[in-house]
Every structure is written in C-alpha cells, then in structure tokens.
C-alpha cells in the first residue's frame, strides 16, 4: 500500500472555526490531490499540487486554501468553516513523472469532518 | 468539459451472480479509464485500468474494455462474492493532465 497518512481521521467542529486537515505522505510522489466525498457526487477535486509550492484550484476550491512547503505534506485549510463543507476527504497522490499514460492516484483512508 | 456517468445504485445481488456496472464517458482525445473500488471505512483502491481503445483491463476476476465507439467503460464479473461488497467509481484522466474525473458511485451489495 502506498504510505499515505491522513490526519485526524475524525473531527467534529463549530460553524465558523478554522480547520486545517493534512496529508503526510512517504513516496516522494510529485503530485497531491485533496478531493471530498459527498452522497451523489462521487469525489470532486478540491485542490492540487504538482511540487513543492506549487498548487492549482480544482472544481470546488472555494472556501479552502492549502499549501505544500515540503514534498511529502499538503494541507487543506477551511479558513472559516460552514456546515456545507461536512463531508469525507481524501488524499491521493501520483507520480506522473513515471512513463506511460493511466498513472494511478492512490489514497488515503480519509478524513471525515463534521460542522454543526 | 470531460463528464463520467455510471449506472445507478444501489445494486444487490446474491452470491455466484454476474455482475454489469455500466460506465459511459464525454471527453475529448483518448482519455486513461479506470476503476476504483471503495471498501467500508476506506480510501479508494485502483481495481484496473485501460489506456487505449480496446485495452481489456483486469483484477481480481473482474474486466472492463475499453470500447471508444460507444464512449463506455463497463465493469463486470462472472461470479460475485460478499467480499465484493463495495462502493465502485469509474473515472478518467488525460496523459499530461492528471486529475481525475470520476462517476458519482455504484454501492454493491453481495447477498449470501
């Protein structure tokens, strides 16, 4: 299995605090992905990294921010948070470097976090 | 934009079944397709993957073929077990570009 750690596993919060969520992982892989998981939608991508400083928005990146100062972390941050934002996140990461097309993203086991 | 559409759940069957979880896809170009399974409790695992029209892919008995005339991905498995009890996405990605778009999921229950 690919050494992807996620933390916290669980987290139940307030409307309105702040929340960082991180992934930590041990592949030395490029790139890292935090998707969330919601009932009929599958997963949606949050926000991407392709190195160390580099991040790019996914299809819903509004209301998180996230950032990679070192290879092997990237962290989710939900500045404010707001009952919409209770779901299930995922890490992933690939190495796209490796040749060939249909390079596999491997996850984390998630974190699911709550907003009351 | 690139679009995933997978049959909808949830599906139970019994034991020794056959299985068809239908996947249909918009996207330009040759995209890579894949399956991912999602046990309770889990993150999601790669089940197999295809990259080029009529790559058959393949694990753990169960295939899918890459059939680009119809745009479709379907996941099957001749004798279903409770073990395969899960939840299944079918997504894609594009060489050079690699964020994935995925279905929205099929849970599959396996009845003894």
Redesign the interface.
């Known amino acids: 299995d690919a050494g ?1 750690t996620q933390s916290p596993r669980h987290k139940v919060t307030e409307t309105g605090t702040p929340v960082t969520l991180r992934c930590h992982q041990t592949e030395n892989h490029r ?1 890292m ?1 935090w998707y969330r998981q919601d009932p ?6 949050i926000h ?1 990294s ?1 190195g160390v400083k580099d991040t790019d928005k ?1 299809e819903v990146s509004d209301g998180y921010s996230v950032s990679r100062s070192k290879t092997e972390d990237f962290l989710l941050t939900l500045e404010s948070a707001t009952s919409s934002q209770t779901s299930v996140y ?1 890490c ?1 990461i ?1 190495d ?1 470097t490796k040749q ?11 974190t699911r976090l709550s907003i009351l | 934009g690139d679009s ?1 559409t997978q049959m909808e759940g949830p599906v139970t069957l019994s034991e020794e079944a056959f299985l068809t979880i239908n996947c249909t896809y918009t996207a330009t170009g040759y995209p ?1 397709l ?1 399956w ?1 399974v999602q046990y309770p ?6 089940l197999l ?4 029209a009529d790559d058959k892919g393949s694990n753990k008995g169960f295939e899918a073929t890459y059939r680009k005339e119809t745009t479709s991905f379907h996941l099957e498995k001749g004798s279903v077990q409770v073990s395969d009890s899960a939840v299944y ?1 079918c997504a894609l ?1 594009h ?2 570009n ?3 778009t ?4 099929t849970r599959l229950t396996i009845i003894p």
């Not at chain 1, 060939?100 to 998630?110: M, Y």
């Not at chain 2, 409790?41 to 790669?46: C, N, R, V």
């Not at chain 2, 993957?49 to 080029?52: G, N, S």
Request: aromatic share 22%.
């Open positions: 992807i790139y992905y009929g939608h599958g997963l949606r991508l991407y392709y996914g995922f992933a690939s796209p060939g097309a249909g390079q596999p993203q491997h996850f984390g086991d998630g | 995933v890579s894949f991912y409790g889990e993150g999601l695992q790669l993957k295809a990259t080029k996405f990605s060489f050079g690699e964020k994935l995925f279905g929205t999921g």
